[in-house]
């Protein structure tokens, strides 16, 4: 282990992850705002487009992001649709997040106690308020857990995004070990840089679980 | 043009060669699955003894594989394996190494899980039965938490399935590597095959995943 190499790539790991973090964050924002979009979808059980949208979370759910960036950055453009790296990692990386997360909060949704509902129906509620006042707000809280894991998913996803030549952490890692052969330490610095993104973003998470546990009612 | 397209993946033996492709990728998950699955059960046992310092390294094993994504564990076992500790193993290889213990680690917490989620009262009633330690492992704590196991074990190798993708990272000859090179080769008479081959490699691991998921999901539901 040498530090002085350490030292000099110290400033090209920090480019790669300003860059891991920002895409992290667009996508896990796009995936839970389209997600829940679909959720909703689904939820209300909407003609047409819940099928559209149950056949697209299982679409998504089951094949490689890696399979998926490659279709939007090398086979679009043979129909004259040419999206950049960056663009393609981040729709690739919604395209998968947002199935993973409406998968997440339609558990949470399902999870809410069939008293609940009972009760609901019984004060008059109609369909809309249910799921305004019953369903949802107990059902995200429920979601909670698996929403989080998918959080913590998606911020490792990023990774392959090197495999499109994007300059995040893992790609910065590879340029450098094809330039100056030093893998040993280019490795520790990307294990390390994960480390210092995931651990503060699972503790948060941690306890974020921990705070909405109570916020169940009816058990 | 788009009919015409569709031809590459039946020129000359390319169809039987992406098929090859698809078999490595396909037997390197089964045997990554198997060798992870059982070393996964053996670590998730040991966590939920006493010992507390077995208990802190395999915990710290499996916060190390939570926090590496699977592409820089691969280039890990590929860099370290032959520049360091001077271990020559083919790309194969070292995938199944770099998947077993990733699936080991995974499968722990799963294990882990499912044994504590077991009722203390099956536990004194054992124990009331005069079960040792390994009697109670055997006919109590095993036999009740492999319900909660198996759709887990699934789940995980629909993941593991998805995850041989990332293998032509490290040059290994599966199904996207061999449809790259189609691509390439055929890029004269085809210039739209790039669609068609990533489309077909695409539904190809929809049918490995989307039968796998269903039933691990079918399974989930019956538990509860």
């Known amino acids: ?219 | 043009m788009l009919n015409s397209g569709i031809n590459v993946l039946f020129e000359g033996n390319n169809f039987a060669r992406l098929m090859a492709g698809l078999w490595t990728s396909i037997w390197i998950a089964v045997l990554s699955l198997v060798i992870g699955l059982i070393i996964g059960t053996l670590f998730g046992v040991l966590r939920t003894l006493p010992n507390k310092f077995i208990r802190f390294i395999l915990r710290l094993y499996l916060e190390f594989f939570r926090i590496v994504p699977t592409v820089v564990l691969l280039y890990l076992v590929y860099y370290i394996l032959p520049r360091t500790l001077h271990i020559n193993w083919a790309g194969t290889w070292m995938a199944t190494l770099a998947f077993s213990l990733w699936v080991a680690a995974e499968f722990s917490d799963i294990v882990r899980g499912a044994i504590e989620s077991v009722p203390k009262s099956q536990i004194n009633s054992g124990l009331a039965l005069g079960f040792n330690r390994w009697q109670l492992f055997k006919y109590v704590l095993i036999p009740q938490s492999v319900k909660l196991e198996i759709p887990a074990a699934i789940n995980l190798a629909t993941r593991v399935i998805k995850t041989t993708s990332l293998l032509m990272l490290i040059s290994v000859m599966e199904v996207i590597n061999v449809g790259q090179q189609i691509i390439e080769a055929n890029n004269q008479k085809y210039p739209i095959g790039v669609f068609w081959v990533y489309g077909f490699i695409f539904i190809l691991y929809f049918i490995l995943d989307y039968p796998l998921s269903v039933w691990s999901k079918r399974l989930v539901k019956k538990n509860s």
Do not use: C
Request: aromatic share 14%.
């Open chain 1, 1 to 219: 282990m040498n530090w002085e190499i350490v030292n000099q790539a110290l400033p090209f790991f920090a480019k790669g992850f300003e860059l891991t973090l920002w895409l992290s964050l667009i996508g896990i924002v796009g995936s839970i705002i389209v997600g829940a979009i679909v959720s909703l979808i689904e939820y209300f059980k909407i003609p047409v487009l819940s099928q559209f949208f149950k056949g697209y979370v299982e679409l998504a759910r089951n094949t490689p992001l890696l399979i998926q960036l490659f279709f939007l950055y090398y086979a679009f453009p043979a129909f004259g649709i040419k999206l950049s790296a960056e663009a393609s990692g981040i729709i690739g990386l919604i395209f998968l997040g947002a199935a993973y997360m409406a998968e997440g909060f339609m558990g949470g949704f399902n999870g809410v106690s069939k008293s609940q509902i009972d009760n609901g129906l019984a004060l008059g509620m109609n369909n809309f308020q249910l799921a305004r006042y019953v369903v949802f707000p107990q059902g995200l809280s429920l979601s909670v857990p698996a929403l989080s894991a998918n959080v913590i998913f998606l911020i490792k996803e990023t990774s392959i995004f090197s495999v499109i030549a994007i300059p995040e952490l893992t790609n910065t890692a590879l340029d450098l070990i094809g330039m100056y052969y030093h893998s040993n330490e280019y490795l520790l610095m990307l294990v390390v840089a994960y480390a210092i993104i995931l651990i503060p973003v699972i503790l948060f998470l941690n306890l974020l679980e921990r705070k909405v546990r109570n916020a169940q009612f009816g058990n």
